[in-house]
């Protein structure tokens, strides 16, 4: 079985239970960039985004966002919702999910991480030990690399479906 499902699947951000995961006891959420919180090359946030954010703020989470992208690309999303952030990730590799647990000052057990890739967001999350969300791709318009991931991610995702819960 392939070890790094995610513990749960949602439609998009606007659609997860964080209700639930709060009684949970998960206080920190990490937002991936990318066709999670916005569309890939768009700098454009939906004001729904944007209120969902503080919403979840004042539901007593703290935030963070941790991103492969550049530093000017991460640095310009974060600061228009006004939130830490982790650039050039390296997602799935540890020392990110590090840097998270730094900013958010809590252990990895209480921490979500949410977004839209199969082997960085959600592989890199579970290794750290992060409670891991899957959301679906906000659109296909991706990199050629991303979308020969793609390929690979459905596969394990259409095999492993029933076993994913969503939240
Ligand atoms: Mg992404």
Not at 4 to 29: S, V
Not at 124 to 152: M, P, Q
Request: with cysteine.
């Amino acid at each position: 079985m392939y070890k790094y499902l995610p513990d749960y699947i949602a439609e998009g951000i606007l659609d997860i239970n964080y209700k639930k995961l709060y009684e949970m006891g998960i206080r920190g959420l990490c937002f991936d960039i990318d066709n999670t919180l916005t569309e890939m090359y768009n700098d454009t946030i939906h004001n729904k985004a944007f209120t969902l954010i503080k919403d979840l703020q004042n539901m007593g989470f703290s935030l963070c966002i941790s991103s492969n992208a550049s530093k000017k690309r991460t640095a310009l999303i974060a600061g228009r919702f006004g939130l830490e952030y982790v650039y050039r990730a390296f997602k799935p590799y540890k020392k990110g999910f590090d840097k998270v647990l730094l900013m958010l000052n809590l252990p990895a057990n209480k921490c979500a991480m949410i977004g839209d890739q199969l082997f960085t967001d959600i592989k890199g999350g579970r290794k750290a030990g992060f409670l891991t969300i899957l959301t679906k791709r906000i659109n296909d318009h991706e990199s050629w690399n991303v979308r020969l991931k793609r390929i690979f991610e459905n596969k394990i995702l259409i095999k492993y479906e029933k076993r994913i819960k969503e939240i």
